[in-house]
Antibody
Framework: QVQLVASGGGVVQPGRSLRLSCAAS????????MHWVRQAPGKGLDWVAV????????YYTDSVKGRFTISRDNSRNTLYLQMNRLRVEDTAVYYC??????????WGQGTLVTVSS | DIQMTQSPSSLSASVGDRVTITCRAS??????LGWYQQKPGKAPKRLIY???YLHTGVPSRFSGTGSGTEFTLTISSLQPEDFATYYC?????????FGQGTKVEIK
């Protein structure tokens, strides 16, 4: 079955960096775009970034442009989110997600990032 | 960027009630819209894709309508397991954007 397992979250000080990973299995990872979506505590869902199936294209929400970088390693079936210059407002649960076809939609369990001094 | 305005932000309803949630897009998005259900501590689950198509395994009491800028999610007869928060998501153009969410609570 399809699994998306996010990891790498933790507590970090403002201005520091963190890299999230999302290990995928059960589907053809290298064939589909992958997304990161976040949710601040008690708040709504916030789409963060997407990367094309081959890594050649990326798009970001305005608030993370220039600070976050989405990447993937198709040989390892793994998605990444490099987060630099972290801010308190980046505190959230980060989900990796994909919709390989119109009728399929998969989300990981999320990993919590807390930015605090 | 496309803004998604979702209403209401919360509602109280009883089991068996008909519930309607609306999303309005700031510009036309064809039918590039999905509806998601989220329960506390869990990842979202998609209910509807392409505005009106029921996702696999989703009960038929859920339905979606709309195209362009106005979209609606309807639960025809609210069940105990439907108490959750619901979000719309436009995927017409990047950045994708979610509505603010609608929390459906027990009356």
């Amino acid at each position: 079955q399809v699994q998306l397992v996010a990891s790498g979250g933790g507590v970090v000080q403002p201005g520091r960096s963190l890299r999230l990973s999302c290990a995928a299995s059960g589907f053809s990872f290298s064939s589909y775009p992958m997304h990161w979506v976040r949710q601040a505590p008690g708040k709504g869902l916030d789409w963060v970034a997407v990367i094309s199936y081959d890594g050649s294209n990326q798009y970001y929400t305005d608030s993370v442009k220039g600070r976050f970088t989405i990447s993937r390693d198709n040989s390892r079936n793994t998605l990444y989110l490099q987060m630099n210059r972290l801010r308190v407002e980046d505190t959230a649960v980060y989900y990796c997600a994909t919709s390989p076809t119109a009728t399929t939609d998969y989300w990981g369990q999320g990993t919590l990032v807390t930015v605090s001094s | 960027d496309i803004q998604m305005t979702q209403s209401p932000s919360s509602l109280s309803a009883s089991v068996g009630d008909r519930v309607t949630i609306t999303c309005r897009a700031s510009q036309g998005i064809r039918n590039d819209l999905g509806w998601y259900q989220q329960k506390p501590g869990k990842a979202p689950k998609r209910l509807i894709y392409a505005a009106s198509y029921l996702h696999t395994g989703v009960p038929s009491r859920f339905s979606g309508t709309g195209s362009g800028t106005e979209f609606t999610l309807t639960i025809s007869s609210l069940q105990p397991e439907d108490f959750a928060t619901y979000y719309c998501l436009q995927h017409n153009s990047y950045p994708w954007t979610f509505g603010q969410g609608t929390k459906v609570e027990i009356k």
